[in-house]
């Protein structure tokens, strides 16, 4: 896009590819705005526009719960924006469960430390003891985890 006129830039935003995707689904910056103005924070932080078309608004969510409490405010919602102007044909709210991509994090895995060969014996000694024919055949298992 080459301007040889100063442009401002809210028009350099509108010819970007974010802005002409979301035209797409119908929706437009006011949309977006209104949205965020009229939503909760604690319900907007898991939900998203997803699309306009016609007379009913899609919205993605993260999860099954925040989408049942969508459900539920439903009407209060659709009420509050029909106010506006943006959202005046707005006649439903189609929720969706579309969970943003989730990065896994790693744990880091330590093992478990080895037995000496001490406490090994001691184990074996008291399994040897014991009249629990199960908890004698655990602790034999378990002094076999000795450090080498």
């Given at each position: 896009m080459r301007h040889n006129q100063p442009?401002?830039?809210?028009?350099?935003?509108?010819?970007?590819?974010?802005?002409?995707?979301?035209?797409?689904?119908?929706?437009?910056?006011?949309?977006?705005?209104?949205?965020?103005?009229?939503?909760?924070?604690?319900?907007?932080?898991?939900?998203?526009?997803?699309?306009l078309r016609e007379d009913t608004l899609t919205l993605a969510v993260d999860s099954a719960t925040q989408a049942s409490q969508l459900r539920y405010l439903q009407r209060i919602i659709l009420q509050q924006l029909?106010?506006?102007?943006?959202?005046?044909?707005?006649?439903?709210?189609?929720i969706v469960v579309m969970p943003r991509a989730v990065q896994p994090t790693r744990k880091a895995v330590n093992p478990l430390p080895r037995l000496s060969r001490t406490t090994a014996t001691h184990l074996r000694q008291i399994a040897d003891l014991l009249e629990d024919?199960?908890?004698?055949e655990r602790l034999q298992r378990?002094?076999?985890h000795v450090q080498r």
């Open positions: 442009v401002t830039l809210a028009k350099l935003l509108d010819s970007h590819a974010l802005t002409r995707s979301r035209q797409r689904h119908g929706l437009t910056r006011e949309h977006e705005a209104v949205w965020q103005s009229v939503v909760d924070v604690s319900l907007r932080s898991g939900c998203r526009l997803h699309g029909q106010i506006h102007p943006a959202f005046s044909q707005v006649q439903k709210l189609r024919p199960e908890l004698s378990l002094a076999r």
